[in-house]
Every structure is written in C-alpha cells, then in structure tokens.
C-alpha cells in the first residue's frame, strides 16, 4: 500500500506522528463507453467554451459563478488555505462508540505510525480499547474539511470520515406517519423467522454476485462472439421470469418462510446455522 497523507494526530500536548493510507480498494471490473455500431471508443475532451481549444489538465483552474462576476481560483489558491495546509488530525472529543450513527460513516482510512517509536500511538489504542470510546476529530483532505471517527480495528487505528450533520437526508414518509398494528401471532412469526435465519456475520461468505455474472459474460463473449446465448449461459430456461410470483398476505408469506428456511435446514442439530444468502454488490447504489 502507499500512503496517501502524512500528519499527526494530536490531542492536548500529545502528538501521535502518522501515514494514512486507504483502507479499501475497488475490484469491480472496469468498462468503458463505446460506439454500439462500431465498437469506437468514446472520448470526452476538455474544450475551452471562448477559443475552442483542448485545454490540458496543468491549465484547468477552478472558478466560482455569483450570477454576475467569475472568480477563478488556481491551484496555488486553494493550496494556501490554512485547513488545506494542515497535517493534523486533532481531537476535538472522546464519546461513547455507540452514539456514532453508522448512517454517518463515509470513507475508511488505515493509520500507521510514523515515528522512531510507537510508543504514543499503542498509547491511544490501547486507551480507545479500554474506555471503549470513539475520537471525534476534525481533519482537512483533499480540498475538503472533514469530521472523522478514530476508532481501534485489531491493532490499527483506523479513522473513518463522516459526513455532516446537513448530509444526512431526514426520512419523512407519509405513510409512516399512520398508526400500524402489529399483531403477537404476526410478530412471534417473524421472530421465529428470524431465529431460522441468526448468525454471525463473517463477510468473507458473501460475495457480488454481479461482479462474477459479469465476468463469465465477457469470457463466454470473447469466446463466442455475438453468436453468444445468454440463457444457455447462465443456465436459464427461455423465456424464464427473473422475478414476481403470487401475492400472499403477510402472515402467509412468513409462514411459507419458516417453513421454507426449516426444510432447508434438514432439522438436524444444525437447524440452527443460517443458510447461505446472496450477499448484494456493495457497489450497486440508489440515489
């Protein structure tokens, strides 16, 4: 891995010297845009609205429109700012790690220390570990001020961005608003579902679905061209429907359920563990 920011992380006179670097990566398989006619690709270019010209990236600033005047903005502009210049990601408080909304969390960064010696950095892992408490700090990457959570994985420290407080939508649904009974029978079956179906979560089970379809696409495409069948392929029967069926009430659907999820189970001692689901691609996002 290569570190993308340099810094410290720093609280009261406590300075913990460290390298960030990003704590996840993207293997989603990468496409780009064509001409369906004849296969070309299709380039975007960066074309001055005034003069007509390909403007290369090295000459591309940044500008802010009032309606009536245009300020531009080079990138020795926004480098001078004293946030962008900052190295520090400082603590601001230490709160219970339960009162972080996951809804909140955005990007996760892993931090190494940076120091002869790791002293102060095993210092504040090991103080989150044992108060169980959560760093709220405030940082500047990127061109963006940000508010993060410092928290322990394993033995690293990791600091997770959060979004602010304005960035979180509130949910306002009508239909929420009208008053809904649950029935006990409704809700014992549900539970019951439930129990078919517990687990602990181990993340290495899932996997994207979608991603491993889309490979075994372009491998049977590279293979066979355009004479390619798709039902033969993913082993569906022609004209097969991917979804839909009967409408059942509710209390109908959840015993179908139980029953289902039971008979999957064999009843055997094992009736417990739940049977594998398949895991949604992580990648696939609704607005």
């Not at 990003?22 to 270019?45: M, N, P, W």
């Not at 102060?120 to 500047?140: C, S």
Request: charged share 30%; net charge negative; hydrophobic share 35%.
């Amino acid at each position: 891995m290569r570190s993308i920011w340099k810094g410290a992380i720093t609280f009261g006179l406590v300075n913990v010297p460290v390298k960030v670097y990003s704590a996840t990566e993207d293997h989603d398989i990468s496409l780009h845009q064509v001409h369906d006619a004849d296969g070309g690709r299709i380039r975007y270019q960066r074309r001055c609205e005034i003069d007509g010209k390909i403007i290369d990236y090295a000459n591309i600033a940044r500008a802010y429109d009032d309606g009536e005047r245009t300020v531009i903005l080079s990138k020795d502009d926004l480098a001078s700012l004293p946030e962008e210049r900052s190295r520090e990601i400082e603590v601001v408080e230490f709160v219970p790690s339960e009162q972080i909304d996951p809804i909140m969390l955005d990007k996760s960064y892993y931090l190494e220390p940076d120091s002869a010696s790791p002293k102060a950095y095993a210092l504040l892992r090991k103080t989150l570990e044992t108060t169980d408490r959560t760093a709220i700090v405030h940082f500047a990457l990127r061109q963006k001020t940000r508010l993060g959570a410092l928290r322990v994985r394993g033995d690293v420290l990791v600091l997770q961005s959060l979004l602010w407080d304005d960035e979180v939508r509130e949910a306002a649904f009508p239909a929420l608003d009208e008053p809904t009974r649950v029935s006990s029978q409704e809700l014992d079956m549900a539970m019951s579902l439930v129990d078919q179906f517990a687990s602990d979560f181990a993340p290495e089970k899932f996997t994207d679905d979608y991603q491993e379809q889309l490979r075994t696409l372009i491998e049977a495409k590279l293979a066979q061209g355009d004479a390619m069948d798709t039902d033969e392929t993913f082993g569906r029967t022609p004209g097969e429907s991917e979804g839909g069926g009967e409408v059942l009430d509710l209390m109908e659907a959840l015993r179908r359920s139980v029953d289902k999820s039971r008979g999957a189970s064999g009843g055997d001692a094992d009736a417990g563990a739940a049977p594998k689901k398949k895991a949604h691609s992580a990648k696939s996002k609704t607005g």
